[in-house]
């Protein structure tokens, strides 16, 4: 892959995933790949192409919504593609600019580098039973509460979440800390299903685990912190989604490729893949034009909190964007850096995608 190929391949995530809405499904897919890691085995192997475990119900739509991409750029690993397209989906959706690196393998069949249930959060755990999890992955409570801020990202939906249904925030198709001022300044009461629900607003929802980070007073301090300051969680998740996508990959990766759909076009001599602190361009949009139940109007709250400009700092790069004021409604691409996008979607991915556009789902992270 050149750096003209990962460009035109940004291209192609914007306009298949981002645009038409399957932005926070596809992080999801890529969170629950790397997520498999125990410590052991497991870890961003595509192992999902193979076997699947409860918690990746409904992830088959995420592959097939890739897979006429993954046709068009066949050097790349499934593993890879995932990965990069879930990075890319943060980092142009109003998120942070993410350091990202190639060369996941794919796993080759059901056993290699076997995955198991119960590797992946559950929504109805509490502090300790988080914490368990995710100490073996090795993260520790700061990271917790941040890559949790994923949820700003997407909607409950029955069938993925059990029986459960509601949004966490007015704009989930934008990267923002809207998650986390919902969860502090929300009036949720517990359903007699489990489900809070923000008693002054009905349709806003949060989960068993994530009322847990506000009871747990560790949890809680990073959660009224990322609240109140975006550019925080930005750091904090930028770091924590840069070492999820990377568990137990010991050596071996590429250089680190630029996941900024908008930055300038690479001249086709250039094949090199490298990063650089390019900024959005000023012309970038900052919003998309997606097909959800929720586009019809934008929260003040994630207005005005995706307005600043944040500088994301990690260990492998510093890389800085800015973001504008949120628009659910504007325009999806900037014309001047429009490319034609080749190969049309399978039959059987078109098929998904007319199912997931008609029912409007946009999934759990």
């Not at 498999?36 to 919504?65: C, I, K, R, Y």
């Not at 409950?156 to 509601?166: A, C, D, E, R």
Request: proline share 5%; glycine share 8%; hydrophobic share 40%.
């Amino acid at each position: 892959m050149t750096e003209l190929d990962w460009w035109n391949l940004k291209q192609d995530i914007q306009a298949q995933i981002i645009n038409p809405g399957y932005g926070p499904l596809i992080v999801r897919l890529a969170w629950h790949d790397a997520g498999t890691w125990n410590g052991v085995s497991g870890g961003p192997h595509a192992q999902m192409l193979h076997t699947q475990v409860a918690e990746d119900e409904g992830l088959h739509f995420g592959q097939e919504f890739l897979q006429p991409i993954k046709d068009k750029y066949p050097a790349i690993s499934n593993a890879d593609l995932w990965s990069f397209a879930g990075t890319v989906v943060i980092s142009n959706s109003g998120g942070p600019a993410l350091a990202w690196r190639p060369n996941r393998a794919d796993a080759k069949d059901a056993q290699d580098d076997g995955i198991q249930n119960g590797m992946l959060p559950d929504a109805h755990w509490g502090a300790s039973d988080l914490r368990k999890l995710f100490y073996a992955k090795g993260f520790n409570d700061q990271e917790i509460v941040a890559l949790s801020g994923g949820h700003c990202l997407g909607e409950i939906h029955t069938g993925v979440s059990g029986s459960w249904s509601g949004k966490w925030t007015q704009s989930p198709s934008r990267f923002n800390n809207e998650f986390f001022v919902r969860l502090v300044n929300g009036k949720y009461a517990a359903r007699p299903d489990g489900l809070f629900e923000d008693t002054s607003d009905s349709s806003f929802k949060m989960l068993p685990s994530d009322m847990a980070l506000l009871k747990d007073p560790v949890f809680r301090a990073f959660v009224e912190s990322y609240a109140s300051d975006q550019s925080a969680f930005y750091n904090d998740f930028a770091s924590a989604w840069e070492k999820l996508m990377e568990l137990g990959l010991d050596g071996g990766l590429g250089s680190i490729v630029n996941t900024n759909a908008f930055a300038a076009r690479p001249e086709p001599s250039q094949s090199a893949v490298v990063t650089s602190n390019i900024a959005v361009p000023s012309s970038a949009p900052t919003s998309t034009d997606v097909k959800t139940s929720d586009t019809a109007s934008t929260s003040t709250t994630s207005g005005a909190s995706a307005s600043s400009s944040s500088t994301v700092s990690s260990s492998k790069a510093a890389v800085t964007t800015a973001t504008g004021t949120v628009s659910v409604s504007g325009a999806a691409t900037d014309p001047a850096k429009t490319t034609t996008t080749s190969g049309a979607m399978s039959q059987k991915a078109a098929a998904a995608a007319a199912a997931v556009a008609f029912h409007g789902l946009v999934f759990l992270l």
